[in-house]
């Protein structure tokens, strides 16, 4: 680091600095000039650039993967010689104070300018201690341990020489047959834009440049969550009004929370590849959204613009993404191929090009990296941070209120701690690889706590026996007989089915979203021996299960906890934990349902039963299975009529709506109550719902306490008929209750 320090005479020769000062000083708008913290950067950045040829400055705009890991193809091998040439800025897939250390060094000793790298990463739900899956934790429907869990995975990312993560993920998804569903925070586009503030605040912590926080990466921008029919990559195309409505929000809340950096997605949308989409990437995101960070494209992404066929090469494709407002080509190497040609050629200017480098450039010196570049790689707070105790306490925590049950008949649950015998089985009761779930980081299988592990540490090994049963996928019947022996002898039985890991994820999309293999049979077979079945599903996704619902005694959406799965679920088994988690993504009765979310459309002809002539399946009800929101606990709650503060209110007020929600049951335990709205008549057609707000209160038996939640124009708000946004007036219910489904309604009349 005195190396580097040594190696910038002009950041710290103020003569040298007086023309670019006073250039910066006379192109600021007054309010800018005042931010002398800003303008010193400024300076910085621009002292570095004047000494930057252009060989240098492309390579700042190029991002490879090293050999340790890779998400897609790796067309790019000898990245270490592109660090010393001055030709790669920033790396992913290394981490570690070891390796970051080692790369490092090649920057700030061996390259001319002595830049140093930026190292990001895929730290998507935890580094080394793993949490439950987004999908699975935005189902605590509780915003304080999602910012806990980010924070953590973010110190321990910041201890191993990461500066930048690739998350959050915060693509609207409404179609489970995608398999990245698992790495969002489900349907809702208002919970989703909550989500998506609390994990960038999370990950970035007291600031950038903080050693216990990383620059966090909104993606994938825009609507990649849309691909029809599910598939991976696949097209996008809706209206601009759905766009802004449902999928643009979260990106635009993650951003004004801070995020640093915004990752671009690999569809098109509307006919335009999103990562050569000007709209996207310069008028909505820079100009609407304001964000003032850097744009860096999802793997190959500009390369892949050649496959959409909108330009004929890979030089064109990256001159329309410079264009477009990319800064950074992950793992393409096409800036770094054609960028000087296609100046030379006058297709792009320097000025792009310059503009680009020092928004890159800047975010380096926020993070402090020209001060000292081995400022995240420090052995000692490595070895104190990465998988300490106290991480795993909190993952633990994060797996108990990520848990949603979903049928509990009988109150076969929770299980006594003390009596009977209990039978594990199926495929996912004891396999540590499963619990880590998709993109964990580096998170290790054999630090995971299965389920078997889990209810051993609770009520020791006597009282639990475990038998696999059949495998997640294929015909394999042949552990049935002991499974079944095993369920005879037994008072209970625990049955954890679902999917495989890798089911879920990127380029995991199922085009039947049923339970696979032979599980269910399996579970059909145990209920045959007339003892109580309590079903643990894991799996990345919402899964159509009406043949379990219709038969299990009880069912636990348990998801992939990640390290800590195992002692969190048996936390909620035995009772220790009330389960209080809601979906956040609804549960379809077939594949064939799909999309099925909440916040559908009033269409012409709603269904009513008694007329066939109305939108209506002929073989599966129109509502979910579950619906957004749901999930039991093992107290009861009762929630009453809403108050509202006042009936008729104008755009400046702020009316508040009160129910009384009291724990009607013996046990402690915690409720989402649920706000939803619907606007009755509007100049476009609106959701039938659409959740504006909630609260997740614990109450102790026989308690009751009044929730208060509040609206004003934001939440009435919605794009009219020319696109304008804002309110109307007219008659707005408002409904509250524990789910999507389950509401009591009141009426509000907007007058102005
Ligand atoms: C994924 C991104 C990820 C990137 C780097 C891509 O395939 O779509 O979400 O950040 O790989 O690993």
């Not at 398999?179 to 349907?187: F, S």
């Not at 049950?405 to 009596?419: A, D, F, R």
Request: aromatic share 8%; net charge neutral.
């Amino acid at each position: 680091m005195q190396f580097l320090k040594h190696s910038f005479p002009l950041l710290r020769t103020p003569a040298l600095l007086i023309p670019v000062l006073f250039i910066m000083i006379s192109c600021q708008p007054q309010t800018q000039r005042l931010a002398t913290s800003t303008l010193n950067i400024n300076q910085r950045v621009d002292s570095v650039l004047a000494l930057m040829n252009l060989e240098e400055k492309i390579g700042q705009l190029t991002l490879y993967t090293t050999d340790w890991e890779s998400t897609g193809p790796t067309i790019r091998a000898g990245y270490v010689d592109d660090i010393r040439s001055g030709r790669c800025g920033a790396l992913f897939n290394s981490h570690t104070v070891d390796f970051t250390t080692q790369l490092q060094k090649v920057a700030v000793e061996e390259t001319r300018l002595k830049i140093p790298l930026l190292f990001g990463y895929d730290v998507i739900h935890g580094y080394k201690t793993i949490f439950p899956i987004p999908l699975g934790e935005s189902s605590s429907w509780d915003l304080t341990i999602m910012e806990k869990t980010a924070a953590i995975a973010a110190a321990e990312a910041a201890a191993s020489g990461l500066h930048w993560t690739f998350a959050p993920m915060v693509d609207i998804a409404r179609d489970p047959r995608w398999g990245r569903v698992m790495e969002g925070a489900g349907e809702d586009t208002w919970l989703g834009s909550r989500i998506a503030e609390a994990r960038v605040k999370g990950f970035q912590g007291k600031g950038i440049g903080n050693t216990d926080a990383v620059l966090s990466c909104i993606k994938h921008y825009a609507a990649y969550g849309a691909p029809v029919a599910g598939r991976d990559y696949n097209t996008v195309d809706m209206s601009e009004r759905a766009f802004r409505e449902y999928y643009l929000p979260p990106y635009a809340a993650g951003i004004a929370a801070g995020a640093a950096t915004v990752m671009t997605s690999f569809n098109d949308l509307d006919g335009v590849p999103a990562t050569g989409s000007k709209w996207l990437m310069t008028d909505i995101l820079r100009g609407e959204l304001n964000f003032q960070g850097f744009v860096v494209t999802d793997y190959t992404a500009i390369n892949e613009m050649t496959n959409h066929r909108v330009v004929a090469d890979d030089k064109a494709a990256g001159e329309l993404a410079l264009q477009a407002g990319v800064d950074m080509d992950m793992q393409g190497a096409v800036f770094q191929r054609f960028l000087a040609q296609s100046l030379k050629e006058g297709k792009v200017s320097l000025q792009m090009i310059d503009q680009a480098v020092k928004r890159i450039l800047r975010m380096k010196f926020e993070l402090g990296l020209f001060d000292d570049p081995y400022k995240f790689s420090n052995a000692a707070r490595e070895k104190a941070t990465v998988f300490s105790a106290a991480n795993r306490a909190v993952a633990r925590e994060a797996v108990r209120g990520s848990i949603v049950l979903l049928k509990n008949k009988g109150n076969v649950l929770p299980l006594s701690k003390t009596q009977g015998k209990i039978a594990l089985i199926g495929p996912l009761a004891d396999s540590k690889a499963d619990m880590l779930g998709a993109w964990s980081g580096s998170g290790d299988a054999k630090d995971c706590i299965t389920l078997f592990e889990g209810m051993k540490n609770v009520i020791g090994a006597s009282r639990v026996s475990y038998s696999q049963g059949c495998k997640v996928n294929g015909e394999d019947r042949s552990g049935f007989d002991a499974a079944i022996k095993l369920a005879s002898g037994s008072d209970v039985v625990v049955l954890a089915i679902g999917e495989e890991a890798v089911m879920s994820g990127e380029a995991a999309a199922r085009a039947d979203i049923s339970i696979p293999g032979v599980q269910e049979e399996l579970l059909q077979k145990l209920l045959a021996t007339g003892k109580p079945v309590v079903v643990v599903l894991m799996n990345g996704r919402p899964l159509a299960i009406p043949g379990v619902d219709s038969t299990a005694n009880a069912i636990i959406e348990a998801w992939y906890g990640g390290t800590e799965a195992g002692n969190g679920i048996a936390d909620v088994l035995f009772g220790d934990y009330n389960p209080s988690g809601k979906l956040t993504m609804s549960f379809p009765y077939s594949t064939g349902q799909i999309p099925v979310y909440y916040n559908e459309k009033s269409t012409g002809r709603p269904f009513n039963p008694e007329s066939k002539w109305t939108s209506k399946y002929i073989d599966n009800p129109n509502a979910p299975l579950y619906p957004f929101g749901y999930g039991l606990s093992y107290t009861q709650f009762s929630i009453s009529d809403p108050r509202v503060s006042k009936t008729s209110f104008s755009n400046r007020d702020t009316i508040s709506v009160t129910v009384k929600l009291t724990n009607t049951g013996k046990r402690a335990g915690a409720e989402v109550v649920q706000l939803y709205i619907q606007d009755k008549v509007s100049e476009v057609t609106r959701p039938v719902k659409e959740l504006k707000g909630f609260e997740k209160v614990m109450l102790e038996p026989g308690e009751s306490k009044d929730i208060v939640l509040k609206l004003d124009k934001n939440h009435f708000s919605f794009f009219k008929r020319d696109m304008s946004y804002g309110t109307e007036p007219g008659e707005f219910l408002i409904m509250v209750g524990p789910n999507s489904r389950d509401l009591k309604t009141t009426t509000v009349k907007l007058i102005d």
